[in-house]
């Protein structure tokens, strides 16, 4: 995935940097509006990470004059989460927004929504190590062994297993669950993976769901795994 | 004249009220001079009569004709007077005209007011038939009198009048002007008390000890404003105290953490535990922020854009079921009764109610019940979610949608929230044009808020 970011904070464009890199993007940075504007007029990428506020041009005039020409997503990242701001940015033709402070596992998952946007594929049948997750029958099996799940814990078990290997934050969690759209401060997230991990991977030798402490939760096949107890 | 001074608006006001005062006074006084006048003038013309009536009356001697005119002439001298005397005999007819002036004052009672004499003079006069006697035949007698010196008198009295009249109102305009400046003197000693208050010294107060009793009320009402402002003001201080109180906390953590950390050699692990423990950290300083700008907003009056018409039951029901796990391990229940169409913004109801169960959850004990209620009546619709619990004494109700206000002192830094919960809710409603109530009575603990019904303050959709 190539993503371009337009942010004139240096320290906020070099940690996005590394970690987009890391998740394996590769990354072009602009500092400024002017640079900015060309980069994303000039080269293709699949997504455009832009800063309101810049210097040379703001973000706001820099996707006007990028929309003329392209269509490439956008997510603008703006300091203030006044109506004005949000209304102006997604008139202006951005395709998300996200409000200062933001976590990057937000970011990350947001740019990967636009990025696979139309290319989903369907799958009926997911495989995490020797966990099967049958979408059509609605079952469950590791190794061999039937897995009973509520409503609720299948469905964060197919989103997990739909999105194995990547971090998945709270907040993303409950809105694709729950569909509760806001940033929530209860427990709920946590006391359903505490359900789930105690049916699919306690039981076994291998655990597969990993908390990533302040980050969110992963559902992965790692190598030298230990046992987590819940 | 854009700003009028009060003491200027009331020296005019004072000297005009003067000047219908003096015009008043001074046309009933040419009034009464002009009757006057008018009387001593019929007095002059009938003194002029009887001076002479007397002697054509009784004089019997043969010349009295001559006489007559002997004494017409010595009376007529100064030019003030005139006499007409006519009757068929013309050594008994005297002046000129006799005949007309006769016959014109014949028909009046009284004097009347003619023009005599070659320069056309205006003169009063009145005419007397005198009776026959042996000595002449019946006469008519005449009498004129010049009015010049009555009207002078008249004339030179308006012409002085008005400019008295003028003078005397500017007088009272002066004398009111500075009247009303010492009387406005208590407006001046307030504006330097107002002058004196500030932010330092907030406590102070406009002083009501000698006011006149109509700045009395004044003082009060702005006294009292000036209490509302500071209490909000005290409010304000205490908060911006609270705020910097819940973000020392994890500050003080994170600077800790990370100085033990570096204190000394650390594998990789250990690093990375203590950068974990940073960002929970830091997750709960980002929320604590983000709340606040999110109540900040609610505060500067921004209303919920994006609203759609729902049922708030299934949307109610929705956020319990969002909680089904944690109700479940907290041991308590929740039902949901009745039920409403309203615009709202599904997300900000889900985070304000999913605030109330949060909260009552809380503050329930194990194997409770919950009751959810929704109803509408005149306007707007109403949610609450009740929970039994201890009483809240009734004047700790409304603070309990306090920022960082906590019931349970015991439990300050319970992550859950941070004493931000009920808050959001309150904000939560006024962005929708409602608000919350709190009410505690029969062991049961009652939270909740209000939305404006379409019909009644339908919230901008956007």
Same mark, same amino acid.
């Given at each position: 995935v190539k993503v371009l970011i337009i942010e004139d904070e240096r320290k906020t464009a070099d940690y996005l940097r590394q970690g987009l890199t890391e998740q394996g993007c590769s990354v072009d940075v602009a500092h400024d509006g002017i640079d900015g504007q060309h980069l994303a007029v000039h080269h293709d990428h699949d997504v455009i990470v832009l800063d309101a506020m810049l210097p040379g041009l703001d973000g706001f005039e820099l996707l006007r004059s990028l929309r003329a020409v392209k269509n490439t997503p956008v997510i603008m990242l703006t300091a203030r989460d006044g109506v004005e701001d949000r209304v102006r940015g997604l008139r202006a033709g951005a395709d998300d927004y996200l409000i200062k402070p933001f976590s990057f596992v937000e970011l990350f998952a947001r740019l990967q929504a636009l990025t696979r946007r139309g290319r989903r594929q369907e799958a009926t049948l997911l495989r995490v190590g020797p966990l099967h997750v049958d979408l059509i029958s609605r079952r469950v099996v590791r190794e061999n062994q039937r897995i009973d799940l509520t409503a609720k814990e299948f469905a964060l078990l197919e989103l997990l297993a739909r999105r194995q290997g990547e971090i998945l934050s709270k907040t993303t969690i409950a809105e694709l669950?729950?569909? #509760?759209h806001f940033d929530s401060t209860t427990n709920v997230v946590e006391v359903a993976i505490r359900r789930l991990r105690a049916k #699919?991977?306690?039981?076994?030798? #291998?655990?597969l769901l990993h908390t990533i402490r302040g980050m969110g939760y992963v559902l992965e096949e790692r190598e030298g795994a230990h046992p987590v107890r819940p | 004249m854009s700003r009028r001074s009060i003491a200027l608006r009331l020296a005019l006001m004072f000297s005009a009220v003067a000047l219908a005062g003096f015009a008043l006074i001074g046309f009933a006084v040419h009034e009464l001079l002009a009757r006057n006048l008018a009387r001593h003038q019929q007095e002059l013309v009938d003194d002029r009569i009887e001076d002479l009536d007397y002697m054509l009356v009784h004089g019997r001697s043969t010349d009295l004709a001559d006489r007559v005119r002997d004494k017409i002439a010595a009376l007529t001298g100064d030019g003030r007077t005139q006499y007409w005397l006519w009757s068929k005999d013309p050594a008994w007819q005297y002046g000129s005209d006799a005949a007309r002036m006769a016959e014109a004052t014949r028909t009046v009672q009284g004097s009347m007011l003619m023009p005599v004499g070659a320069d056309m003079r205006q003169f009063a006069v009145a005419g007397r038939d005198i009776a026959p006697t042996a000595v002449h035949p019946p006469l008519r007698l005449v009498a004129g009198v010049d009015i010049a010196p009555i009207t002078q008198i008249l004339r030179s009295f308006e012409i002085r009048l008005l400019p008295v009249m003028l003078l005397g109102a500017l007088l009272v305009a002066a004398l009111s002007y500075r009247v009303a400046r010492v009387g406005l003197k208590p407006v001046a000693q307030l504006s330097a008390d107002a002058r004196r208050i500030g932010p330092d010294t907030r406590q102070q107060r406009l002083r009501?000890? *000698?006011? *006149?009793l109509e700045l009395d009320e004044f003082v009060g009402s702005f006294n009292s404003a000036l209490d509302r402002l500071d209490a909000a003001y005290t409010q304000l201080e205490s908060f911006n105290a609270d705020v910097a109180h819940e973000l020392r906390t994890p500050l003080a953590n994170l600077i800790g953490q990370t100085q033990v950390a570096l204190a000394r050699e650390r594998g990789a692990a250990e690093l990375g535990e203590v950068l974990q423990s940073n960002l929970e950290e830091l997750e709960r300083l980002r929320t604590i922020v983000s709340d606040m700008l999110f109540l900040a907003r609610a505060e500067r009056g921004e209303r919920a854009s994006r609203c759609v018409q729902v049922s708030l039951a299934h949307e109610l029901g929705k956020t319990v079921e969002f909680f089904d796990m944690l109700l479940d391990d907290a041991g308590v229940k929740v039902d949901v009764e009745g039920d409403a169409e309203a615009l709202v913004e599904t997300s900000l109801f889900h985070r304000a109610v999913t605030n109330l169960l949060q909260n009552a959850i809380q503050h329930a004990p194990r194997g409770a019940r919950i009751h959810a209620r929704i109803s509408s009546k005149g306007g707007e619709a109403e949610v609450s979610v009740s929970n039994p619990s201890e009483p809240i004494p009734p004047e700790l109700l409304p603070r309990l949608?306090? =920022?960082?206000?906590? &019931?349970? &002192? $015991? =439990? *300050?830094? $319970?992550? &859950?929230?941070?004493?931000?919960g009920l808050a959001i809710v309150k904000a939560i409603a006024a962005m929708h044009g409602g608000r919350v109530f709190a009410r505690s009575e029969e062991g049961l603990v009652t939270v909740g808020f209000t939305l404006a019904l379409p019909e009644a303050a339908g919230p901008q959709v956007g």
């Amino acid at each position: 995935v190539k993503v371009l970011i337009i942010e004139d904070e240096r320290k906020t464009a070099d940690y996005l940097r590394q970690g987009l890199t890391e998740q394996g993007c590769s990354v072009d940075v602009a500092h400024d509006g002017i640079d900015g504007q060309h980069l994303a007029v000039h080269h293709d990428h699949d997504v455009i990470v832009l800063d309101a506020m810049l210097p040379g041009l703001d973000g706001f005039e820099l996707l006007r004059s990028l929309r003329a020409v392209k269509n490439t997503p956008v997510i603008m990242l703006t300091a203030r989460d006044g109506v004005e701001d949000r209304v102006r940015g997604l008139r202006a033709g951005a395709d998300d927004y996200l409000i200062k402070p933001f976590s990057f596992v937000e970011l990350f998952a947001r740019l990967q929504a636009l990025t696979r946007r139309g290319r989903r594929q369907e799958a009926t049948l997911l495989r995490v190590g020797p966990l099967h997750v049958d979408l059509i029958s609605r079952r469950v099996v590791r190794e061999n062994q039937r897995i009973d799940l509520t409503a609720k814990e299948f469905a964060l078990l197919e989103l997990l297993a739909r999105r194995q290997g990547e971090i998945l934050s709270k907040t993303t969690i409950a809105e694709l669950v729950w569909d #509760m759209h806001f940033d929530s401060t209860t427990n709920v997230v946590e006391v359903a993976i505490r359900r789930l991990r105690a049916k #699919m991977d306690t039981p076994f030798a #291998m655990p597969l769901l990993h908390t990533i402490r302040g980050m969110g939760y992963v559902l992965e096949e790692r190598e030298g795994a230990h046992p987590v107890r819940p | 004249m854009s700003r009028r001074s009060i003491a200027l608006r009331l020296a005019l006001m004072f000297s005009a009220v003067a000047l219908a005062g003096f015009a008043l006074i001074g046309f009933a006084v040419h009034e009464l001079l002009a009757r006057n006048l008018a009387r001593h003038q019929q007095e002059l013309v009938d003194d002029r009569i009887e001076d002479l009536d007397y002697m054509l009356v009784h004089g019997r001697s043969t010349d009295l004709a001559d006489r007559v005119r002997d004494k017409i002439a010595a009376l007529t001298g100064d030019g003030r007077t005139q006499y007409w005397l006519w009757s068929k005999d013309p050594a008994w007819q005297y002046g000129s005209d006799a005949a007309r002036m006769a016959e014109a004052t014949r028909t009046v009672q009284g004097s009347m007011l003619m023009p005599v004499g070659a320069d056309m003079r205006q003169f009063a006069v009145a005419g007397r038939d005198i009776a026959p006697t042996a000595v002449h035949p019946p006469l008519r007698l005449v009498a004129g009198v010049d009015i010049a010196p009555i009207t002078q008198i008249l004339r030179s009295f308006e012409i002085r009048l008005l400019p008295v009249m003028l003078l005397g109102a500017l007088l009272v305009a002066a004398l009111s002007y500075r009247v009303a400046r010492v009387g406005l003197k208590p407006v001046a000693q307030l504006s330097a008390d107002a002058r004196r208050i500030g932010p330092d010294t907030r406590q102070q107060r406009l002083r009501m000890v *000698p006011l *006149p009793l109509e700045l009395d009320e004044f003082v009060g009402s702005f006294n009292s404003a000036l209490d509302r402002l500071d209490a909000a003001y005290t409010q304000l201080e205490s908060f911006n105290a609270d705020v910097a109180h819940e973000l020392r906390t994890p500050l003080a953590n994170l600077i800790g953490q990370t100085q033990v950390a570096l204190a000394r050699e650390r594998g990789a692990a250990e690093l990375g535990e203590v950068l974990q423990s940073n960002l929970e950290e830091l997750e709960r300083l980002r929320t604590i922020v983000s709340d606040m700008l999110f109540l900040a907003r609610a505060e500067r009056g921004e209303r919920a854009s994006r609203c759609v018409q729902v049922s708030l039951a299934h949307e109610l029901g929705k956020t319990v079921e969002f909680f089904d796990m944690l109700l479940d391990d907290a041991g308590v229940k929740v039902d949901v009764e009745g039920d409403a169409e309203a615009l709202v913004e599904t997300s900000l109801f889900h985070r304000a109610v999913t605030n109330l169960l949060q909260n009552a959850i809380q503050h329930a004990p194990r194997g409770a019940r919950i009751h959810a209620r929704i109803s509408s009546k005149g306007g707007e619709a109403e949610v609450s979610v009740s929970n039994p619990s201890e009483p809240i004494p009734p004047e700790l109700l409304p603070r309990l949608f306090d =920022r960082f206000y906590r &019931a349970d &002192a $015991s =439990r *300050p830094n $319970s992550d &859950a929230n941070h004493g931000l919960g009920l808050a959001i809710v309150k904000a939560i409603a006024a962005m929708h044009g409602g608000r919350v109530f709190a009410r505690s009575e029969e062991g049961l603990v009652t939270v909740g808020f209000t939305l404006a019904l379409p019909e009644a303050a339908g919230p901008q959709v956007g």
